[in-house]
């Protein structure tokens, strides 16, 4: 099992940014990407962001040049940094583990952006 642990969301206004951890902990050694997902109100939740053990990135179109995502492996944590943030990227976001084909899933974490 992988326990992910999100945080960093909150309220801000348009042309802000936020940055969200996710720390990783349990079976962590056979994770092969990590990244985060979002949830509108009455949407489906859609892939922002990945991020694979080598280090490869996909992004949503959306987000591009905006948004960005690293991991440390160290401290087992990966971030999402937001940029220029617009009130279309209010969600609740999550974050997302895969392994050994598995996805695990953090409890999300809130992002309002006000216009």
């Known amino acids: 099992q992988v326990q992910l642990v999100e945080s960093g969301g909150g309220l801000v206004q348009a042309g802000g940014s936020l940055r969200l951890p996710c720390v990783a902990s349990?079976?962590?050694?056979?994770?092969?990407?990590m990244g985060w997902y979002r949830q509108a109100p009455g949407k489906q939740r859609t892939l922002v962001a990945v991020?694979?053990?080598?280090?490869?990135?996909t992004y949503l179109d959306s987000v591009k040049g905006r948004f960005s995502i690293s991991r440390d492996n160290v401290q087992n944590t990966v971030y999402l940094q937001m940029n220029s943030l617009k009130p279309e990227d209010t969600a609740v976001y999550y974050c997302?583990?895969?392994?050994?084909?598995?996805?695990?899933w953090g409890q999300g974490t809130q992002v309002t952006v006000s216009s």
């Open positions: 991020i694979t053990t080598g280090g490869s990135t």
């Open positions: 349990g079976s962590i050694f056979s994770i092969n990407a």
């Open positions: 997302n583990a895969v392994r050994n084909l598995l996805n695990f």
